[in-house]
Each structure stands twice: as structure tokens, then as C-alpha cells.
């Protein structure tokens, strides 16, 4: 009832920019925080980048300074801007998010089915 989607993903040269975006829809009453996170092959997944409802942001040390999460709270909507990529950026790229619906106004962690992005020479 509630989802994420993310789009924006692909194959970036080194060096170049990307930016992700993520939709929330469905039954939602309230969004808390949002995140990026992602997952290279063989590793485990990390946290990239988190955003309360209020604007505060935090980063990953690998992506300070290159990556900036932002968020539009009308439109539930997050996004990640990426600079600067490297190769080690190179992974599936998953948005998340504590919801609360207006079916049960339990807040429920919820992730999006994942983006890839690839950073070539």
C-alpha cells in the first residue's frame, strides 16, 4: 500500500555526475526520515546518505563532499545528486524511508526495489 520508486540510475563515466530521484505513493500519512543507500557486489548494503523531515542531512565519509540528499516533502520525493564518481561508487543504489500510512498509522521501514549505477572509464 505504500512504495518506493526509484529512477535516475545508469552508466556514468569517472569523473561524471548522476542524480537519483525517489517517489513515495500510496497511502501515506507521514514520511520521517529518508535515505540512500546502496550495495556493491559481495558487500554489504551501507547507508549513503539520510535526511530528516526537517532537512538535516548526514553522509557516508566515502561520498562527503561529492554526493548531496535532498528532499521535497510536498511532493514525497528524495533525491541524491552524485559528483565526482568514482568506480568504488559502482552499486545498487536503494531508497528508503519510515512511513506512516493512513491505514494503520504504523510506521513501517520501507525500501525501493533498488537502482543500479555503474561508473566506467
Known amino acids: 500500500q505504500v512504495q518506493l520508486v526509484e529512477s535516475g540510475g545508469g552508466l556514468v563515466q569517472f569523473g561524471g555526475s548522476l542524480r537519483l530521484s525517489c517517489a513515495a505513493s500510496?497511502?501515506?500519512?507521514?514520511?520521517?526520515?529518508m535515505a540512500w543507500y546502496r550495495q556493491a557486489p559481495g558487500k554489504q548494503r551501507e547507508l549513503v546518505a539520510k535526511?530528516?523531515?526537517?532537512?538535516?542531512?548526514n553522509y557516508a565519509d566515502a561520498v562527503k563532499e561529492r554526493f548531496t540528499i535532498s528532499r521535497d516533502n510536498a511532493k514525497k520525493t528524495v533525491h541524491l545528486q552524485m559528483n565526482s564518481l568514482k568506480f568504488e561508487d559502482t552499486a545498487v543504489y536503494f531508497c528508503?524511508?519510515?512511513?506512516?500510512?493512513?491505514?494503520?498509522?504504523?510506521?513501517?521501514?520501507?525500501w525501493g526495489q533498488g537502482t543500479q549505477v555503474t561508473v566506467s572509464s
Open positions: 535526511i530528516t523531515s526537517q532537512g538535516t542531512a
Open positions: 500510496g497511502n501515506i500519512f507521514s514520511i520521517y526520515d
Open positions: 528508503n524511508a519510515f512511513i506512516t500510512s493512513t491505514v494503520d498509522f504504523v510506521g513501517q521501514d520501507t
